[in-house]
């Protein structure tokens, strides 16, 4: 009698536990099924060094339990890394190497998520007479003349690539001065401002980083607001089907959180000394 008792009891104790256990399953977000406690996301150094991606990545964790995971590199890497397979989610800053990536079938799509600008900072006494040039290619044409020391990333980051399409622009085949008066640091944005305040040398910059860089020493921002000076970010999935390790669901959360209402206010609301560091462009938000 009671052998049998306990065997009911086991019985039903069994079910409900499985029942259970197919309830949390059913409850549980769509990107836990694919292991989503955490993404990795590949980005830049401006939306890192910035402060950006540490003030807004918690506000998406705290919504939606996913960890947001950055590597900080240029853009090129970036894109590389992600062209590996090594990320869930790519957020970088030259439009056309992005459209390359998904046109080759790494990433699933492309969306515009915020906007700034660059600017081209140097020595407050500005050697080239830069200040009050409003054309910024008229500027490098200036810089070029005048052989002052420019310092550059030199690392195929969206910063660079932005710059050397300026050049060329202009009309300047920088790589005959290599290592006279335009000098590549192979660097991120930090150390090569930080090269250009050490060297009193020029160098273009996005605002963002500047605004948040601290050794200015003498530097100030000579050229801008230019239309050539317009700096958009874009965000893209990794293409799950060429790339199977990848997060499609919690990395798809992730950019519908970014390019939805609260991301996007997220990035409105960030600000240095009380200054707007990035605007929010994503389409459906426009």
Sequence with gaps: MQTTLAKKVTIMVGTFGFLVSVLLLALQ??????????IILQSTTSTDNSGLLK???????DKSGIEVRVVAVGTGQAIKNSTNGDGDVLLVHAKASEEKFVAEGHGVARTDVMYNDFVIVGPDADPAN????????????????????FAS???????HKAEMRLWKAAGIDVAKSSGAWYRATGSGMGATLNTSV????????DRATWLS????AGHKVLVEGNPRLFNQYGIILVNP????GVKAKAGQAFIDWL????????????????KQLFFPNAPKNN
């Design 29 to 38: 977000p769509a990107w836990a099924a694919d292991g989503g406690g955490f």
């Design 55 to 61: 003030a807004i990545l918690p506000k998406f964790r």
């Design 259 to 274: 390019t939805g209402a609260d991301g996007q206010a997220a990035i409105a609301a960030f600000k240095v000394d009380g």
């Design 130 to 149: 830069l200040k009050g040039t409003a054309d910024v290619i008229a500027a490098l044409q200036k810089l070029a003349a005048a052989e002052s020391l």
């Design 241 to 244: 089907e060429k790339h199977p």
């Design 213 to 216: 860089f601290k050794n200015k």
């Design 198 to 205: 050490g060297l009193g040398a020029y160098a273009l910059t």
């Design 153 to 159: 990333r030199g690392d195929n980051s969206g910063t």
